[in-house]
């Protein structure tokens, strides 16, 4: 195996750009924070970073190209790349979708909580991505020496899976359980197989595409990424849908939707086999030295570090990985409240879908407030507004099972306010990643501008993991039962199995979700009156106060 020495002019790659807006992810964005909120499904919206790869020279050759070409010549790279982003979102789509499923079989939020670690690789895949850059096989190629073994590895989890899926969410007998510690080890692997995908993609990227093209990388990885998301949660959620399917699609009804989650998992790892093995054949890596040969794994690690020395970064990730404390309850528990209420999760998945023109045009329009000097003034003045968001949110889940009708479905009107508060959070979502981004690439060292944004983007998607994972944690802690009927606790599994059994039934007197609600709106509050002065004078500071030399 070889790896990646050091060449003058050039900094190291940036590695993530996962944004916090994947849609019902309990981490988000995705990427997905997969966590901005529980019905987005752009994905990468922040782009991705292949236009900041692009070395002088590159950029000079672009400028001085007098006669471009169009996509002649690249067509089939882009479709391509497109190809490989799509098969990307699958896996990450297929785990946004897995809290919703694991919920209509009423597992514990403590359960869902141990779950959401399977989100967390995408968030800190900056850990190993200097040595996936660096590291390969000369006879294999540079990115085919991580993108097949990857690939690969991801059907073989979908297929095997797909095998045992009856076995694993409980459905052979009334008395099986959801095992949950293998669904989250399975999920967390492929989610990491992802990751270490992502990074090798983004890479060949930038060689597989002519350099007058190389922009259209971003295009293919948000595009891409998007679709196979939305392949994966939506699409997969509405046809496992059998009330959908018997509604719209079919003029027989049956017990189960058009497709089960063992034939899609199935179906998507021979498509992973195949689509890899065609590339391992067919697709040859063309070198670029001035793409390819950068910096060396401990070089890159090396930097990351001396940027954490800096005084004013120190500051400010400790504002990135404390400032969505007050958005965990809204952001992780409000989906699966709406859907334990009895909204099926197929509507929820499908109300995304008017959202995405909006999730568009919004970075557009808040960009033009955002690119002066003090960007982060539009991301502190989102910031009570999404917190009051959050506690209409917990509103809407309390109304909910008020207006469910009596054959168990829910007025039109409550649907259009749920769409409605998630436009509105989704106004305060965008301002704060918008302004977020502009003041990263304000604050970067353009001497090593990949690592920098690299580190600072996934510092703050981890700000956004973390949170989510804890306020799943605590919903059971800070929910009170009681035994109507019986004189027996009703906190753990084994307590209102024996308030069943002595005849009684386990109510929720408070529930934990209203509490959290609550604790996260007075900690947003607090945070904000803690940290605010101290990001507006980080946003004050020199350049030479962010530059590591």
């Not at 099926?344 to 407030?369: C, D, F, G, Q, T």
Request: hydrophobic share 45%; proline share 4%; with cysteine.
């Amino acid at each position: 195996m070889t790896s990646r020495k050091k060449t003058k002019g050039h900094s190291a790659p940036m590695y993530t750009h996962e944004s916090d807006m994947y849609a019902f992810q309990m981490q988000p964005q995705t990427s997905y924070d997969i966590n901005g909120s529980f019905l987005d499904v752009t994905g990468d919206v922040d782009g991705t970073v292949n236009d900041k790869q692009m070395s002088d020279n590159q950029e000079a050759d672009m400028k001085n190209d007098v006669n471009p070409r169009g996509l002649e010549g690249d067509r089939a790279s882009i479709a391509l790349l497109m190809f490989l982003y799509v098969l990307q979102g699958i896996p990450l789509g297929l785990s946004g979708s897995i809290p919703m499923i694991l919920s209509a079989r009423k597992i514990s939020y403590t359960d869902q909580a141990k779950f959401s670690f399977a989100f967390w690789p995408f968030s800190v895949k900056l850990l190993w991505a200097p040595f996936v850059d660096s590291a390969y096989f000369p006879a294999i190629g540079r990115r085919k020496s991580w993108l097949v073994p990857t690939q690969y590895l991801i059907g073989l989890f979908l297929v095997i899976l797909s095998q045992h899926i009856p076995d694993v969410l409980g459905d052979k007998d009334d008395s099986a359980e959801v095992n949950v510690l293998l669904l989250t080890a399975v999920f967390f692997a492929m989610n990491f197989l992802a990751a270490t995908q992502d990074i090798a993609v983004d890479g060949w990227a930038l060689t597989m595409l002519s350099r007058r093209n190389v922009g259209w990388a971003s295009t293919c990885n948000a595009v891409g990424q998007t679709a196979g998301y939305f392949l994966g949660n939506v699409v997969f959620l509405t046809l496992e849908s059998a009330d959908f399917c018997n509604k719209y699609l079919r003029s027989v009804p049956e017990k189960e939707g058009m497709v089960t989650l063992g034939g899609f998992m199935f179906f998507w790892g021979l498509v992973f086999f195949a689509t890899t093995t065609l590339v391992m054949i067919f697709k040859r890596e063309k070198e670029d030295e001035d793409a390819d040969v950068d910096m060396s794994i401990f070089d890159t690690y090396k930097q990351l570090l001396g940027i954490m020395r800096l005084p004013s970064v120190m500051s400010y990730v400790a504002i990135l990985l404390t400032c969505k404390v007050g958005f965990a309850a809204a952001d992780a528990i409000t989906a699966l409240k709406l859907i334990e209420a009895g909204i099926p999760k197929e509507r929820l998945a499908l109300m995304a879908i008017p959202m995405v023109p909006i999730n568009i045009a919004l970075p557009l329009i808040i960009s033009k407030y955002t690119a002066g000097p003090r960007p982060m003034n539009v991301w502190l003045r989102a910031v009570p507004f999404r917190l009051f968001i959050g506690l209409l949110y917990a509103v809407l889940v309390w109304w909910a099972p008020y207006t469910r009708q009596e054959n168990g479905s829910f007025p039109l009107y409550f649907y259009a306010v749920i769409l409605l508060s998630f436009g509105l959070h989704q106004v305060a979502v965008y301002c704060m990643f918008v302004a977020g981004m502009a003041f990263n690439a304000r604050i970067s060292d353009p001497a090593i501008g990949g690592t920098y944004m690299t580190l600072l983007n996934t510092v703050s998607n981890f700000g956004g993991n973390w949170p989510s994972t804890m306020a799943l944690w605590l919903v059971d802690a800070f929910t009170w039962r009681a035994c109507v009927g019986a004189i027996q606790e009703c906190y753990t599994p084994v307590q209102q199995q024996a308030c069943k059994v002595a005849g009684g039934d386990c109510t929720i007197s408070v529930d934990g979700y209203y509490v959290e609600s609550v604790i996260c709106l007075v900690l947003g509050f607090l945070w904000l009156w803690w940290k605010r002065q101290k990001l507006q004078k980080l946003q004050e500071l020199d350049e030479t106060a962010w530059k590591s030399s």
